[in-house]
């Protein structure tokens, strides 16, 4: 690739750099590779949550870059045009073109903002969602040479969406990669035992052949994160550090152990308050451009740890590719109290014919329970081969009360507003401390996880379950009841879980709550909607029922609400707050209801000294009235909501286990209609989209399945009484989204003679799923899949299936089970249903149900070609709020286009079939 051109008077991009000595003792180098000058196209509109959907708005443009016609890339395109060549049109800028500009990096920081724009009346006149924008960005970077045909990177880039190395022979695609743009390398975890001024612990591994390259960056304002900035132009600051991997690639030392991200329970009064703890290892990406599939290259790991009065050691073995990292969990089996200072970790790797090992020591923190400090326990996600070990903060109360066993105060389950690390000063010390009562502080996997819905969700009910059986350890008990509490993002997190799961909850403190993602910045400036068909955009509406919390406030009728709001709040206005007190109270048919009350605190904002500890909700915990029975609360009748039975359990011991029409939200009125004639023995119920319901017994754990008869138009029983399950198992719902629920590690299985592009893509996946949700994923070939289906070792977490039938036995072995209505009849040829997709660029990404676990989720991302499987990997889920379903299938005009480049969308039939009404296609 020849030197950038400029117009005159731009600056160059190209910079000297000398690689220091690849002799040098630590793993990275301590200044990153020099970037100095960034060059932008921009502003440009983005709608919320959209990214996935669309690439840049440039591609419909591409062919203005290059004087002999369009390229065949336009990212190319861009990384090679003139600078100050052409303008573009869009909405934002005065005179609406968007055009060139300079960009100075300024300590590692680039600040990227558009003052000539009037977003003031931009935001008058469109709300926040008028302040999302994105811009493309470009930038030159000198890859110096290492030992071998390839560099290997460790690369740090923050408040960027994607980026891509461009070189300068290159013709096909770039490979995109998703930035760290929440910040996680900046976060206690990220920096963490790490060098200062040196990579972080989630910085990706990358190996490159040495040379000039074009780094190409997306970046996105995105006010759900950044906020407004008032008078002031919204600005991006990006971060890019690029450094040199020098983890040292002898045989015995690929493996660099992160001792940031170990996860280790506290030791309460001689008792591990955790059965796991875990280890995080990365290994160096090989530096030749030999395949780095699972029988090459791969290193399997296993571990043991020894203290007085542990031992600690794996159930099975983890597998590694070369630039992947991943946890190792650790089972901790203890007998009797222990007074260990530490523990010693021996990790053994083998690779091939070849052993070594790897030893340190990790420090354990004692607490005792008489001193009322915070203490961390860990759990898994699932007992098994947990996809992660999670931890969580206990709060002892401030002083133990007299309670009886059966008196015993709630415990308080607190969920952390957007950003919030759980072990910080400011979170702890803002809890409520009343006598007796405990209080567990979750993570949600990360300081953003999943806003608390999903994974998020599943990691804050583990964490409270998990309170009472250690506690049990050092002869305490707690109550089985819970009140649930939280602010900002967490005060949005306590509607979502206690709407979900009443059954669970003895009341609802939420704090500077929102009513659910699609307000707090509205979708409405999506680029999308300028293209796609309103029955498209209905379906993809429909998959974010989920995230509705307005949708499922009729569970919380009969349970204690408080909510508390700033008057001044300018971050999550008060009027959130007063429009679910008015959704309930419609639903209560009260217009001033005693079990709800919504405070108004004057002249404070979204955050004030003792925000948690206000007046009313002390009295709110210490005047909870006494808990409905279940014949009260089933007298009383109510309505119960879900869009998706997975996630959503029973209110009154009453549970809705399958949908009709899956997409849809589902309704279940009891003894709404006829509450003033209750009988026990009998119910009145009425459906909307509900296909099955399960009823439990009065005060046991048994339950029945009763199935809604067409014929008879009532609720027949569909079997005998059977022990109460906490989900369906007849199929597992989507939306995509639900991947991310994994009980186990993700297992992303790719054809054994795939391309080196389709294992780039796996291994960033996995690398995304670790930084944002500290998911661990594992790399499996085809055959291998194969195999541990049969003997039913492939385990209950998610399965990813990568490529198509010809290039993917397991996609092969998948498609002929014929659950879903997708097949290829022939290599770039396409069927959905019974309609055909055959346009080059095209792919499709599908939920089908796992091959082992009815309660889990499998996914197919295949393509036409390249393109098409690298669009359709696109929308594999990473961040909450992104408008995919069951399935889509993708073209090359989403890149401009976003959801209206689509060429179909929807969700399977309540037995995986099609759903005429639920899907819609461009084609007949």
């Known amino acids: 690739m020849g030197r950038l051109k400029h117009c005159e008077g731009s600056p160059s991009l190209t910079s000297s750099f000398s690689a220091p000595s690849l002799d040098a003792p630590f793993h990275a180098a301590r200044k990153p590779l020099p970037t100095s000058r960034w ?22 443009f591409c062919g203005r870059f290059s004087p002999s016609g369009p390229l065949a890339d336009p990212d190319i395109a861009f990384a090679r045009a003139p600078y100050g060549e052409g303008d573009w049109p869009s909405e934002l800028p005065t005179g609406g073109r968007a055009g060139w500009a300079n960009f100075e990096e300024k300590e590692g920081v680039v ?51 994607e980026y891509a190395f461009v070189a300068a022979s290159q013709h096909e695609t770039p490979r995109w990669y998703n930035g760290d743009v929440y910040g996680f390398g900046g976060t206690p975890s990220g920096t963490a035992c790490t060098e200062e001024g040196g990579p972080s612990n989630y910085a990706r591994s990358i190996a490159l052949p040495p040379g000039e390259y074009v780094f190409l960056a997306r970046v996105l304002y995105e006010c759900r994160m950044f906020g407004d900035t008032g008078k002031h132009p919204p600005a991006i600051k990006l971060g890019l550090h690029v450094y040199l991997d020098r983890t040292p690639l002898r045989p015995h030392a690929t493996a660099t152990l992160l001792p940031g991200l170990t996860v280790v329970p506290d030791i309460l009064n001689g008792w591990a308050m955790g059965r796991w703890m875990s280890v995080t290892v990365r290994v160096a990406p090989l530096n030749s451009s030999a395949s780095t599939g699972a ?37 901790i089996a203890q007998l009797e109290p222990s007074d260990a200072r530490d523990i ?83 979170w702890i010390d803002a809890m409520p401390r009343l006598p007796g009562m405990w209080a567990v502080l979750p993570s949600g996997r990360t300081e953003w996880g999943e806003d608390w819905h999903g994974g998020s969700m599943s990691d804050a009910w583990v964490a409270r379950n998990a309170l009472s059986s250690l506690l049990s350890l050092v002869g305490h008990t707690v109550s089985d009841e819970t009140v649930l509490i939280g602010h900002s993002n967490g005060g949005q997190g306590v509607w979502h879980l206690a709407a979900r799961y009443p059954d669970r909850v003895r009341g609802v403190i939420a704090v500077a709550g929102y009513t659910k993602i699609q307000d707090y910045v509205p979708y409405t400036e999506s680029t999308g909607a300028h293209y796609a068909d309103p029955a498209l955009q209905g379906i993809l509406s429909a998959a974010l029922a989920p995230y509705s ?85 089933r007298a009383a009748g109510f309505i119960l909501a879900t869009a998706n039975p997975d996630e959503t359990g029973a209110k009154a011991g009453i549970r809705i286990a ?175 249903e019974d309609r055909i997709v055959w346009e080059s660029g095209t792919g499709i990404i599908t939920l089908c149900p796992h091959p082992t676990y009815a309660a889990a989720l499998a996914c197919l991302v295949a393509g036409t070609d390249e393109l098409g499987l690298e669009l359709a990997a696109r929308l594999l889920p990473l961040r909450t709020g992104v408008p995919v379903p069951d399935w889509a299938v993708v073209s090359p005009r989403m890149r401009w286009m976003a959801a209206g480049g689509l060429i179909g969308a929807g969700f399977w039939g309540p037995d995986w079939g099609w759903s005429e009404s639920m899907s819609w296609m461009d084609r007949e």
């Open 39 to 60: 060059e932008a196209v921009g502003p440009f509109p983005a709608g919320m949550r959209e990214h996935p959907l669309m690439t840049s708005p440039l591609a419909a």
């Open 111 to 161: 600040e990227i903002m558009y003052p000539d724009v009037r977003w003031g009346q931009l935001r008058a006149d469109h709300g926040w969602a008028a302040l999302q924008y994105s811009a493309q960005l470009r930038t030159r970077i000198t890859v110096p040479s290492g030992h071998g045909a390839l560099t290997r990177l460790l690369v740090d880039a923050t408040q960027v969406v």
């Open 295 to 331: 029988q090459n290259g791969t290193v399997e790991v296993q571990g043991a740890a020894f203290g007085n009065g542990l031992t600690i050691g794996t159930r099975r073995s983890v597998r590694i590719v070369p630039g992947q990292t991943r946890s190792i969990p650790l089972l």
């Open 344 to 426: 010693e970790v021996i990790l053994t790797f083998t690779q091939g014919e070849k052993e070594w090992q790897m030893e340190t020591r990790v420090p354990l923190k004692h607490v005792l329970l008489r001193d009322s400090v915070p203490v961390t326990m860990t759990f898994p996600v699932s007992t098994d081969s947990p996809s992660l070990v999670s931890a969580a903060v206990v709060l002892p109360p401030a002083c133990h009360n007299s309670s009886s066993e059966a008196n015993l105060p709630p415990v308080l389950l607190a969920l952390h507003g957007a950003g919030v690390p759980t072990p910080s000063d400011e």
């Open 549 to 633: 919390n307005d949708l499922y406030l009729s569970n919380l009728a009969s349970i204690p609400v408080l909510a508390v709001h700033g008057a001044d709040d300018d971050n999550v206005p008060p009027r959130h707050g007063r429009a679910q007190m008015a959704i309930l109270s419609g639903f209560l048919g009260a217009a001033s209801p005693t079990d709800v009350r919504f405070v108004e605190v004057p002249h404070v904002g979204h955050m004030w000294d003792g925000v948690l500890r206000h007046p009313a909700i002390l009295d709110f915990l210490k005047c909870l009235p006494r808990r409905k029975t279940t014949e009260e609360v």
């Open 658 to 832: 399958e949908l009709a029409v899956p997409g849809r939200l589902a309704r279940l009125e009891v003894n709404v209609r006829e509450r003033h004639q209750y009988d026990p023995t009998h119910f009145q119920l009425h459906g909307t989209n509900v296909r099955s319901i399960d009823i439990a017994y009065h005060g046991s754990a048994v339950t029945q399945r009763f199935k809604w008869s067409k014929r008879t138009k009532t609720f027949v029983q569909l079997q005998q009484a059977t022990a109460l399950r906490p989900a369906s198992t007849t199929r597992a719902y989507g939306p995509l989204m639900r991947l991310l629920d994994s009980h186990g590690p993700l297992t992303l299985v790719l054809g054994r003679e795939c391309s080196e592009r389709t294992r780039g893509i796996a291994r960033a996946y996995a690398h995304d799923l670790r930084m944002y949700h500290r998911l661990d994923a594992a790399l499996m070939d085809d055959d291998e899949a194969l195999r541990a289906v049969a003997d039913r070792s492939i385990g209950a977490g998610s399965i990813v299936i990568l490529g198509e039938p010809t290039e993917n036995r397991f996609a092969a072995w998948m498609l002929v089970q014929d659950h879903i209505p997708v097949s290829f009849p022939t290599r770039g040829l396409l069927m959905i």
